[in-house]
């Protein structure tokens, strides 16, 4: 208590004095203010600067010096063809002239962006604008405005950091107190696991971050979360920032609670690259401990289960997901797969309990939190638990595992009934994911709607190469093989023959050789499922971790005396082909913030969750009204938020649009009045409003949960609470028992 009272006291001090020495910090620069930069050093005024201009190629403010602080920068620009912008030193610090180390390129439809910068020291800087070596003849930029504002970040940033640490020394301090209460093994155990996860995480540790194609797509989920709590939603449901600003219902249709975290980070100031590493970092740590507590519960060993666990998060195939490609969602949903493999195993070896596992809770976590980060691998390992219930079929028709089976179903429903009936709500109307899904297989042909999957399905070279399952799982494999052909009637060899067989199995699931076209033409219930899939090596993930358990169940059978060599040499040559791959990594680009995500409409993905018919070549930002009908003022506009004053003198029903892509849950509400307005989905699916004859007022449009969504939400809350209560309970009678 002592401990946690000093804590308390130093940050409370800390707090008020970076809260008191907060000072404000306000630069604004006008048209005339800007300056043209010459090539040779010099500075002439002027805001304008095109093609013909030799003498110059950047227009510039005049120089500040920001104390240190993060910062606000907003900037109104009008440019035609490419341009880069980006806050620069007037004399370079550290080799570097760029602050932060990084500029971006500016969007030409927008004509105005804002974004933060951190700044470390006193530093005279000045916002530049240039065109790059691409531009032609017709090509300009003009600096309008530019705004500097000194943010309250920049105390809550390290405040959180001292959050932060206080919290990992309190980790860290538990661990050393209660360390002589753990078993011996454990003792050894835990550090190595620990010091695993931070070697998986090398990549991380440098400037600029690694990443693949899917990478801006979950940096802008962060960054839309982010910018969903600071509209005021919560959950965050429909994410602002996307498509132009008009808005993107990812959160609907892509489960994304533990993105909170990293976005939480981004509230206190974190930059967007830092909120993601620090994510990823918790990823690996997690998804090793899980691994390992979960095998425990089926190899009753904490060694094997730490054979296992290393051959599972240092797996080529997770690696590979989580550094070439950014499957962010996938990599995540890897956390809860042994959590669902230790529930199903718990509930067909009866005579392995002891009335205490609670399996239904074990199901719950695992499923809970693959729906809660993604929803294809949900659907994958639901598929393997249909097939494992196949074949256990005749231990599944008994009363004690049905009731841990509806136990679990139940508290499932009750607990993600808050992301469930938004979910089945949309995914009735016409979206991209919607529509795919509505064909049949006489209606498309199975070769062109199944190309992605096959194209990325692998050969049996590519399973067991350092792109497939890694060397490791390799040796498993086929040791497991022998192991059978050897023979072996023990219960532990049986069990192990059918863990074979599922990691069988799934990886024929991702092999070319596997007969798709042939099953999506028997049935559309095939087409729809291979189709929802996409690619067929998703499924190389669920081989990793039955043959990542078979590690473990080797450990466990081999004769004493090789058991600690077996085990030596199944993780040393994962985590040695780990620090291999790893020499290819260097970090990329810096990614502070959005603006350097760039422009594009990749950054959406495949745009499954875009209404059906919306061009998105046409995302401008102005509103869309009859002007001599429609008289529109006082125009305001806060992420997805917008309000204006409209004034319709006329006898007939006007219109207006606005730039944001509808969605149901959509309102237009009279501030005046209090009533709503109709509101509808009008050309290239903008929110439209029906403004009555003869009508003057102050609107206001904004997303709005429907009345059931909150309901679903309260059970979802009481579910939660009551399984906290439940598991406490069960803890303290446990306690009581020893």
């Given at each position: ?560 005396k090789y058991k600690k060599k077996l085990a030596v ?18 970090a990329g680009r810096r990614i502070l913030e959005p ?84 509101i509808y989905a009008g050309e290239n699916n903008r ?52």
């Amino acid at each position: 208590m002592a401990i946690l009272a000093l804590e308390a006291f130093i940050l409370l001090a800390v707090s008020t004095w970076l809260i008191a020495s907060f000072e404000k910090k306000i630069f604004h620069f006008e048209q005339d203010d800007m300056l043209l930069l010459e090539t040779d050093g010099s500075n002439v005024s002027g805001s304008y600067l095109d093609y013909s201009y030799t003498e110059a190629k950047s227009v510039v403010t005049p120089e500040i010096a920001l104390p240190s602080g993060i910062y606000y920068v907003e900037v109104v620009y009008n440019i035609v063809g490419p341009a880069y912008a980006g806050m620069e030193y007037t004399v370079p610090r550290e080799d570097r002239e760029l602050v932060n180390g990084n500029e971006f390129a500016l969007n030409p439809v927008n004509e105005r962006v804002a974004y933060k910068i951190s700044v470390k020291d006193g530093a005279g800087v000045y916002f530049r604008v240039r065109q790059t070596g691409d531009a032609t003849d017709g090509d300009y930029i003009q600096l309008l405005e530019v705004n500097i504002v000194r943010s309250k970040l920049s105390y809550l940033y390290p405040i959180a950091c001292l959050i932060a640490f206080i919290l990992i020394f309190d980790l860290l301090l538990f661990v050393f107190l209660y360390e002589k209460k753990w078993k011996n093994s454990n003792k050894i155990i835990i550090p190595i696991l620990a010091i695993i996860a931070f070697l998986l995480g090398l990549p991380l540790y440098q400037p600029g971050i690694v990443g693949g194609i899917d990478l801006p797509f979950h940096m802008n989920r962060i960054e839309g979360i982010c910018e969903g709590l600071k509209e005021g939603q919560f959950p965050v449901r429909i994410q602002p920032g996307w498509l132009n600003g008009y808005g993107y219902a990812v959160s609907i249709f892509y489960g994304d609670i533990l993105l909170y975290f990293p976005a939480i980070l981004r509230l206190t100031g974190f930059s967007l690259e830092d909120a993601m590493k620090a994510y990823l970092i918790a990823v690996n740590f997690l998804t090793i401990f899980s691994a390992w507590f979960s095998f425990k519960k089926c190899l009753w060993s904490s060694a094997s289960a730490l054979t296992a666990a290393v051959l599972y998060a240092g797996a080529s195939d997770r690696l590979l997901r989580l550094y070439n490609s950014s499957q962010i969602g996938a990599v995540s949903a890897m956390i809860f797969y042994p959590v669902v493999f230790a529930g199903l195993y718990l509930l067909f070896t009866k005579e392995k309990r002891n009335g205490t596992e609670r399996i239904w809770l074990w199901l719950l976590a695992g499923f809970s939190g693959l729906l809660m980060t993604h929803l294809l691998s949900c659907l994958m390992i639901g598929i393997f638990t249909v097939i494992s219930c196949f074949l256990l079929i005749r231990r599944l028709f008994k009363k004690d595992v049905l009731i841990e089976v509806g136990k679990a179903f139940g508290a499932w429903l009750l607990l993600n009934a808050w992301f469930l009936v938004p979910f089945v709500q949309y995914m009735t109307k016409d979206f991209g994911v919607t529509s795919k899904l509505a064909e049949n297989a006489g209606q498309s042909n199975p070769y062109v709607t199944l190309a992605g999957y096959v194209k990325d399905s692998l050969t049996v070279s590519d399973i067991f190469s350092e792109k497939g399952i890694g060397y490791g799982l390799t040796l498993v494999f086929f040791s497991a093989l022998i192991m059978i052909i050897l023979g072996g009637k023990s219960q532990r060899q049986k069990e192990g023959c059918l863990i074979l067989c599922l990691a069988v199995c799934a990886g024929f699931f991702s092999m070319r050789g596997f007969p798709i076209i042939g099953l999506a033409q028997m049935s559309d219930v095939f087409l729809k499922l291979f189709r929802t899939v996409q690619y067929g090596n998703r499924f190389l993930s669920v081989a990793v971790l039955f043959l990542s358990c078979l590690g473990g169940y080797l450990i466990l059978i081999a004769d004493d005396k090789y058991k600690k060599k077996l085990a030596v040499l199944l993780c040393g040559i994962t985590l040695l082909q780990s620090m291999l791959m790893f020499e290819g990594y260097s970090a990329g680009r810096r990614i502070l913030e959005p603006v350097d995500l760039g422009y594009g409409l990749l950054n959406i993905g495949n745009g499954e969750y875009v209404p059906e018919g919306t061009d998105l070549s046409v995302l401008d930002k102005t509103l869309w009204y009859d002007e001599a009908a429609v008289q529109v003022s006082e125009v305001e506009n806060r992420y997805l938020v917008w309000k204006a004053y409209v004034r319709n003198p006329g006898k007939m029903e006007q219109m207006i649009s606005f730039p944001v892509l509808y969605y149901d849950g959509y309102q237009c509400l009279d501030l005046t009045s209090n009533k709503l307005l109709k509101i509808y989905a009008g050309e290239n699916n903008r929110v439209s409003v029906i403004i009555p004859a003869e009508y003057s007022g102050m609107i206001q449009i904004k997303f709005v949960e429907y009345w059931h969504w909150r309901v679903a939400e309260g059970i979802s809350l009481i579910t939660f609470v009551v399984i906290i209560g439940y598991m406490i309970k069960c803890l303290r009678k446990k306690k009581s028992a020893m």
